[in-house]
């Protein structure tokens, strides 16, 4: 009978031992659930916080700095753990930078050499989704990483930008300290511990591991949860051991069992009762985690689970993606309040109008998603589209405002666009950044043209990119001759790409990719210096010769211009006389005070100014009397048909007279035959140039031109 007694007391020990681990580990899962909502949490408010102000940029176009820097300044001041935002050009230069406490950043700063970030930029900038850098130790040894989101005009990148966040000050926030919680976290990526709340760093055999992906990358975040002293002194009590004792003491069995089955109980009711408490709060994290909080819509995380699961199914699926038009407007005149409502009451419409198996999603800001039956015909899904349209357009009340906004759509459909949720959410998102781009209040069903035009474009832009890297951008020239001597003035130097597999590429193909990225700025630095070194040889042939280098907006609009040119025409030894900038109306239509400015900077150090493609805009005339101008280059279009049209005659006449009173040098260009160049003789036409005395060519080509017409 004892050893029967002994036996069942060290199975009844044994069997509470597990039982309170079991308990402990439940605690550490429920504990986990919290820590994943609030992490998720904090890191949503974060990445939402930076999309809103990507999106602002994208909508409003590129910001005033003093809207920006205000902007940046709420934006470090309301996000924990953010200390430095920065404004990053195409180029990946440093535009604009605020930061909370000391920074080795820097405006003007390139970030190229910052590979793990450079390569961050390029990724976000291709995906155009938000991406997250490696970890980097800090100055003062604690780790950082970067946030980096695209801002695009359409399809065209203008920057972006990037917020620095401290791991230590992020997780120190989201985290309850051990004392509280009474649990101790340790948090690691790719094998570096961003942060540990034990002091000693021991970690307990007792835990419990997760991970949390933050963008496209593999590497995760990894989390270990363990009890505190405290916490395992609670859950792992002696009871096991007074069982075992118990057993042994004979005399003491059944009072010690009677005691440890009443406190058993009493645990045992207390235990549940905090089990439940714990049920609730899981739940209200779980929901806070899969819902948006002021629209009760579910959020992302929940849209993208829906997503999921249907294409893994297969189930056919319409994707709607929505932007309200102009939402800015409302925070900015009536304040955060109205913009609140407003989201809060389309959201209602939406639930309103939604069928049977439709989802309708927050995603961020003023963005909203519909996830609709895929088996409807395109011809059901525009009748709804309209129907959603017309839901956004009803006016609103806020206080005794009325609003009215709008709203644009962008639509995807699976499996006939794409193969999984990420490429469906960026075609939708496509469609609908083409539709903002092309007048807005409408949709755009994804098609190939889309599909083929931004492939097309992100891979000419890798060849671009490589071919900056290359050195294939190349001038070629083409003389201006006086007319009345038929001597060359000098030529003008025009841009081209020589790949080096031998073909070329027209201008036309990619400048506008060139000027729409900002990469035009290296570019046309790099081809400048080249020309310059290269046309100083030309002017032993003959040093009256003289040079004429177009100009883009951007290059135009780069910080230090003018002393950059300065510098690198000082540096090449090249005479500044010899020197004329070359600028089309639309180069300066952008910023008349800044360009006005620039040119009088420019003109001050005796380099002239011309005027492209002369009597093609609206406002050629206010250019000459506003700008500091000594060349006006007549369209060609104006000069084809001059021998034939009365009217080009009549213009071209005017343009030369004007020219003359004005004393400002003018010069025809697209010049064909000897019928052409008779006329503007006989007009007083000063310059000429056009493929009658030569094409664009190649340097050593034109070199040969230059030594024949010296040589006559």
């Known amino acids: 009978m004892s050893l029967l007694i002994v036996l069942a007391a060290i199975f009844s020990a044994l069997v509470q031992i597990n039982h309170q681990k079991a308990i402990l580990e439940k605690s550490i899962q429920t504990h986990i659930n919290s820590i994943k909502a609030k992490v998720f949490r904090d890191i949503n408010d974060q990445f939402e916080a930076l999309t809103r102000m990507a999106n602002r940029c994208e909508v409003d176009g590129e910001p005033e700095e003093f809207a920006w820097r205000q902007d940046a300044k709420n934006y470090i001041h309301d996000i924990e753990g953010i200390d430095t935002l920065l404004f990053v050009n195409p180029d990946q230069s440093i535009k604009w930078l605020e930061h909370r406490d000391s920074t080795v950043f820097f405006e003007g700063m390139s970030l190229k050499d910052e590979l793990d970030l450079s390569e961050r930029l390029y990724q976000a900038e291709a995906s155009n989704l938000l991406e997250l850098s490696e970890p980097v130790q800090s100055l003062g040894g604690e780790f950082v990483v970067y946030l980096v989101k695209t801002i695009s005009n359409g399809t065209n990148p203008q920057g972006s930008l990037v917020a620095r966040v401290n791991t230590h000050d992020f997780f120190n926030k989201v985290l309850i300290e051990p004392q509280s919680s009474g649990f101790f976290t340790q948090v690691v990526v790719d094998a570096k511990q961003l942060y540990h709340n034990n002091p000693m760093e021991q970690i307990d055999p007792i835990n419990k591991n997760f991970e949390i992906n933050l963008d496209s990358d593999p590497e995760g975040i990894l989390i270990t949860v363990y009890p505190t002293e405290a916490t395992k002194q609670t859950y792992l009590n002696l009871l096991p051991e007074l069982i075992v004792i118990s057993g042994f003491l004979i005399s003491f069995l059944f009072y010690w069992a009677m005691v440890s089955r009443l406190k058993s109980r009493k645990q045992a009711s207390e235990l549940a009762m905090e089990i439940k408490q714990k049920q609730f709060i899981q739940k209200k994290l779980e929901h806070m985690a899969h819902f948006d909080a002021l629209t009760n819509l579910p959020n992302r995380y929940l849209m993208s689970l829906e997503l999921d699961k249907k294409i893994s199914s297969q189930t056919p699926v319409w994707l709607f993606y929505l932007d309200l038009d102009f939402f800015k407007d409302v925070n900015d005149t009536l304040g955060h309040s109205a913009g609140d409502q407003l989201l809060v009451e389309i959201s209602r419409r939406f639930e309103k109008n939604k069928e049977a198996g439709e989802m309708v999603a927050r995603i961020g800001g003023d963005e909203f998603v519909i996830i609709v039956d895929g088996l409807q015909s395109e011809h059901e899904i525009k009748s709804?589209?309209?129907?959603?349209?017309?839901?956004?357009?009803?006016?609103?009340?806020?206080?005794?405002?009325?609003?009215?906004?709008?709203?644009?759509?962008?639509?995807?459909?699976?499996?006939?666009?794409?193969?999984?949720?990420?490429?469906?959410?960026?075609?939708?998102?496509?469609?609908?950044?083409?539709?903002?781009?092309?007048?807005?209040?409408n949709y755009k069903i994804y098609d190939?043209?889309?599909?083929?035009?931004?492939?097309d474009r992100l891979v000419l832009l890798n060849k671009i990119k490589n071919g900056i890297k290359k050195n294939e951008f190349e001038l070629v020239y083409q003389a201006r001759v006086d007319v009345k001597t038929g001597k060359f003035w000098g030529a003008e130097a025009l841009i081209r790409w020589s790949q080096k597999d031998g073909s070329l590429l027209t201008p036309k193909v990619f400048l506008q990719i060139l000027e729409d990225t900002g990469l035009i700025v290296s570019v046309g630095w790099q081809v400048l210096e080249s020309a310059l070194d290269r046309f100083n040889q030309l002017l032993t042939y003959n040093p009256d010769l003289k040079l004429s280098y177009n100009i883009s907006a951007k290059q135009l609009e780069s910080p230090n211009f003018v002393e950059d040119l300065i510098h690198m025409l000082n540096k090449k030894g090249f005479p500044k006389s010899h020197f004329e900038l070359e600028l089309t109306e639309q180069t300066l239509i952008s910023d008349l005070g800044y360009s006005k400015n620039i040119l009088n900077q420019v003109k001050s150090h005796g380099i002239s100014i011309a005027i492209d493609d002369f009597g093609t805009g609206y406002s050629s005339l206010s250019y000459l009397k506003n700008f500091p101008v000594d060349v006006i280059k007549i369209d060609k279009s104006f000069v084809k048909d001059i021998a034939i049209q009365k009217d080009d005659y009549e213009l071209i006449n005017a343009i030369i007279s004007m020219g003359r009173n004005l004393k400002v040098k003018v010069v025809a260009e697209g010049i064909e035959s000897q019928d052409q160049l008779n006329i503007l003789s006989r007009l007083g036409c000063d310059e000429a140039q056009g493929y009658y005395f030569n094409k664009p060519a190649p340097y050593e080509v034109f070199k040969e031109v230059v030594a024949a017409e010296v040589a006559m």
């Open 384 to 441: 709804k589209l309209k129907q959603v349209l017309q839901a956004i357009d009803q006016p609103f009340y806020f206080d005794e405002d009325l609003i009215k906004i709008n709203g644009s759509i962008g639509v995807a459909h699976y499996p006939q666009h794409c193969d999984t949720t990420t490429e469906l959410i960026t075609h939708a998102d496509t469609a609908l950044r083409y539709i903002k781009g092309h007048g807005r209040h």
């Open 448 to 455: 190939v043209d889309l599909a083929k035009s931004s492939q």
